[in-house]
């Protein structure tokens, strides 16, 4: 699309939104503070590079062989260089454990070390953005019996919580090289496919490995823990140990943060409508978004309710120097890249669009009981020119305009993806 077609589409935009009240200038200024952690773990279907070839495990799935995967270091990094060039503002890199650079040695996860993740500490700071990170505690003959932090195998669980506090201390020294907080989540696959009987006493493990593996506090500026509770995973369908009681209490007793994934939910329930009863209870959250169909079958997300509703409450409550933004998604069955784009797109797309709510005037209408102007209203803010204001920030952040990116993703298909 030309600059002056953007241009001429935003300046109408820009006197429509004006008239209800919104400023598309300022909500293009404040996208600067929507800083999205991009999931390493889509460029690979959640391989890592312990092995040559690692078998998914722990409930969830990456389904699809589309060519193209990433199977080194170097072509991981290749394809985040080019997701960051296509997507507006500043993102974050978010990195699982097993994808340490092992060099070839075989390193197990109760040995990993911050020499292991140095160069993607320089790539970082290259890139000039920050890091999260995550402990791995699936894909590994340890957790093959179904549990981890929660085993009642005491050498299984002396395992996973070393390979906690060493994930957690290497965080700090990300946090501490990058000059910006890492935020380390720690998820667990630890459940029961059928009826267990004794689920406090896997409870109880869990909050045991917990408390030792947190043992450490690292100043804040450093790194910050998050836990992320799940209803249930393939194979794991009656319990799960880290359930949403568990870590909400765990994360409000202990100051920690809640990680909010919303494939982790039953599917009528909106994580956007948590997002301000956590946020009564503890600091910060973290967020997993991702779009699941039926399940958590972690698939690209999308522009949709779930998503905006997502960002709708974060943006009506200022709310975003108090939540951490992550994907969570992968989809193997399309171009890896594209899908990664077009996930990310959309989760930033979502934030612009709450941005572009005139929220006062709503709440305004709520109070007044004028419950009918205020459902008018929502239905007509969908059709706003919410596109010409985001084809104009793109524009102004020098990324490909509207469709312009799907060229781009193609070209690099032909150049690199499809040369693997
Ligand atoms: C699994 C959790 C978890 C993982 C990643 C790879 O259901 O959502 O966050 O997807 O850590
Ligand atoms: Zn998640």
């Not at 495990?57 to 997701?83: C, F, H, M, R």
């Not at 978010?94 to 070839?104: E, P, Q, S, T, V």
């Not at 500490?121 to 505690?137: L, P, R, T, V, Y």
Request: glycine share 6%.
């Amino acid at each position: 699309m030309s600059k002056d077609l953007v241009q001429k589409a935003y300046d109408i935009a820009k006197e429509q939104y004006a008239a209800i009240g919104v400023d598309t200038d300022a909500a293009i200024a404040k996208m600067k503070d929507v800083n999205i952690s991009l999931h390493c773990w889509q460029t690979d279907d959640v391989g890592g590079f312990e092995t040559a070839d690692s078998d998914l495990s722990g409930g969830i799935q990456a389904t699809g062989n589309y060519p193209g995967k990433a199977t080194t270091i170097a072509e991981v990094k290749a394809d985040l260089e080019k997701v960051l060039s296509l997507l507006p503002g500043t993102q974050r890199l978010n990195l699982h454990a097993i994808y340490g650079d092992f060099k070839g040695e075989k390193v197990d996860r109760d040995q990993i070390e911050v020499k292991h993740f140095q160069s993607w500490i320089d790539w970082c700071k290259e890139q000039g953005i920050g890091m999260d990170f995550n402990a791995s505690c699936f894909s590994h003959p340890r957790s093959a019996d179904g549990f981890t932090l929660s085993s009642k195998d005491e050498e299984n669980r002396k395992f996973w919580v070393e390979h906690l506090k060493r994930c957690r201390a290497m965080s700090a020294e990300m946090g501490k090289q990058l000059g910006s907080p890492c935020v380390h989540n720690t998820w667990i696959p630890d459940g029961m496919k059928d009826t267990p009987i004794d689920r406090n006493g896997y409870r109880i493990q869990l909050k045991k490995s917990l408390d030792e593996a947190m043992e450490i506090d690292y100043p804040k500026e450093h790194m910050k823990d998050a836990v992320e509770s799940k209803l249930f995973g393939i194979g794991v369908e009656s319990m799960t140990v880290g359930s949403h009681d568990f870590y909400m209490g765990y994360a409000i007793k202990n100051n920690k943060l809640i990680c909010l994934d919303n494939g982790h939910f039953h599917p009528t329930e909106q994580v956007g409508d948590k997002i301000s009863s956590v946020l009564q209870f503890v600091d910060e959250i973290l967020l997993h978004i991702t779009r699941p169909i039926r399940w958590d079958s972690d698939h690209v997300v999308t522009l949709n309710e779930d998503v905006q509703l997502i960002a709708s409450e974060i943006i009506r409550n200022d709310f975003l120097s108090r939540v951490n933004i992550g994907l969570d998604f992968f989809d193997a069955s399309i171009n890896r890249i594209g899908a990664y784009v077009t996930g990310t797109r959309a989760s930033q797309k979502a934030f612009l669009i709450a941005m572009l709510e005139p929220t006062k005037s709503l709440v305004e209408m709520e109070e007044a009981g004028q419950n009918f102007e205020r459902l008018a209203m929502l239905e007509e803010l969908k059709t706003m020119p919410f596109s010409a204001v985001w084809d104009y920030y793109c524009l102004k952040e020098n990324v490909p305009v509207g469709m312009e990116y799907i060229a781009e993703i193609q070209e690099y298909e032909k150049e690199v993806l499809f040369k693997r």
